[in-house]
């Protein structure tokens, strides 16, 4: 059971370009979400999906968007690269809405705007 | 809107001495509340997670967490500490009545096992 896999591991983006950070998990959760991580400020949501077609934004959307083609994948678009982009991502699931499942993280993307 | 506080930007310990990583949160209604450790260039791993009932909660590698409704507190516990505990840990927050929010999390606390 592989959980919830993000790539790439690592990426250095030139300043205006665009990319995309996959994400699969194969537990057949309804509910993922990308967050992303900086120095001081802990883990703050950036779109969010409670299921396949279903999307919305979280507390810092501004700069990526996302799709839910299907249940099993959730990938963030970046759309034109700033440097305060630089960040660590990580995609996260759970079963459902209920607010006592536990939420399962991938390994993260370092993610280094120049 | 819920929040989380940690307290302590880093908390060092001699190993073999019990630790404890402050946590206090502010949330509407019952809350759902979680810990995670972050060991250097990985992802976030679950330790435990209060919903109802034991006050006392007990989780991965030996840690537990004691929930304290009265003083808003969710203070991460273990008896002995290892130098293998150093890394990085957060509590969270997840609100009542349907979590699509996901998760609050505190700023972090960098816990140092000293040999």
């Known amino acids: 059971n592989a959980g919830v896999t993000q790539t790439p591991k690592f990426q250095v983006l030139k300043t205006g370009q665009s990319m995309t950070l996959q994400c699969a998990q194969d537990?057949?959760?309804?509910?993922m979400s990308w967050y992303r991580q900086d120095p001081g400020m802990g883990l703050r949501l950036i779109h969010y999906?409670?299921?396949?077609?279903?999307?919305d934004q979280g507390e810092v959307p501004n700069g990526y968007n996302v799709s839910r083609s299907t249940t099993e994948d959730f990938p963030l678009r970046l759309l034109s690269a700033a440097p305060s982009q630089t960040s660590v991502y990580f995609c996260a699931s759970s079963p459902s809405l209920i607010s006592g499942n536990t939420i399962y993280f991938g390994e993260g993307s370092w993610l280094t705007v120049v | 809107a819920q929040s989380v506080a940690q307290p302590e930007d880093q908390v060092n310990v001699a190993e073999g001495n019990p630790l404890t990583v402050k946590c206090t949160y502010s949330v509407s209604g019952n809350p759902y509340l979680f810990w995670y450790v972050q060991y250097p260039n990985r992802g976030l791993q679950f330790l435990l997670k209060?919903?109802?009932?034991?006050?006392l909660v007990k989780g991965s590698y030996g840690f537990e967490a004691e929930f304290n409704k009265s003083q808003t507190s969710f203070h991460l516990k273990k008896p002995s500490a290892l130098v293998s505990d150093s890394a990085l840990y957060f509590c969270a927050v997840r609100a009542p009545g349907g979590g699509a929010d996901g998760l609050t999390f505190g700023k972090g606390t960098h816990l140092i096992i000293q040999p």
């Open positions: 999906s409670v299921g396949a077609g279903i999307t």
């Open positions: 537990m057949n959760h309804e509910y």
């Open positions: 209060y919903i109802t009932g034991d006050n």
